[in-house]
């Protein structure tokens, strides 16, 4: 019996001591991880809403409004040219972020594609321009899918993007109400 103490007890405080180094790992990494993804995100909002920096997170806000969509809310941020909605959608890698930037007179500026896990050379061109900018100028008014081409082979992927501007119109639309 007592040969298989030591063993345990000896397993347990290594356990112990890891699990102790990487908490604290994590305390001092934790700031530094946010700040860089704020840094990203701030880049990423930049490039939808051109001049629309500095941006106020107004994500608080909005989740209360509980506005019903396809895709969920990562986070809303306004400025004075308009917001930006991060939106999460499934599309056929999994999650897929789309930052949307919609401008004070409710029309889509810009779209850009986070992190996602499309396929190389099908999904992945929704990424491209000539797939993003097709989204330029839309308004909740319109129907989306029957304006934006389809990308050959990724038709998951592309109702994924259309989604995702969808939903940002639809919670635009209740934000500024």
């Known amino acids: 019996m007592k040969k298989h103490v030591a063993p345990i007890l000896s397993l347990f405080l290594i356990t112990v001591c890891v699990v102790g180094l ?3 790992t994590n305390h001092f ?6 700040a860089k993804e704020r840094t990203e995100a701030e880049k990423a909002m930049s490039m939808v809403l051109a001049d629309g920096a ?4 107004i994500s608080e806000d909005v989740q209360k409004l509980n506005i019903s969509t396809k895709a969920r809310i990562k986070s809303v941020d306004k400025s004075d040219k308009g917001y930006v909605f991060t939106i999460i959608t499934k599309a056929y890698g999994g999650d897929m972020v789309v930052f949307v930037g919609i401008n004070n007179e409710g029309k889509v500026e810009n779209i850009m594609l986070g992190e996602n896990q499309e396929t190389p050379n099908l999904g992945k061109k929704a990424e491209l321009p000539e797939f993003t900018s097709q989204f330029i100028g839309l308004t909740g008014e319109d129907k989306i899918s029957e304006k934006i081409d389809y990308i050959t082979r990724a038709t998951v992927t592309t109702d994924a993007v259309i989604s995702a501007v969808e939903s940002a119109l639809i919670i635009y639309a209740e934000v500024v109400k």
């Open 22 to 24: 990487l908490a604290l």
């Open 29 to 34: 990494t934790d700031r530094a991880i946010k």
């Open 54 to 57: 500095p941006f106020t997170d």
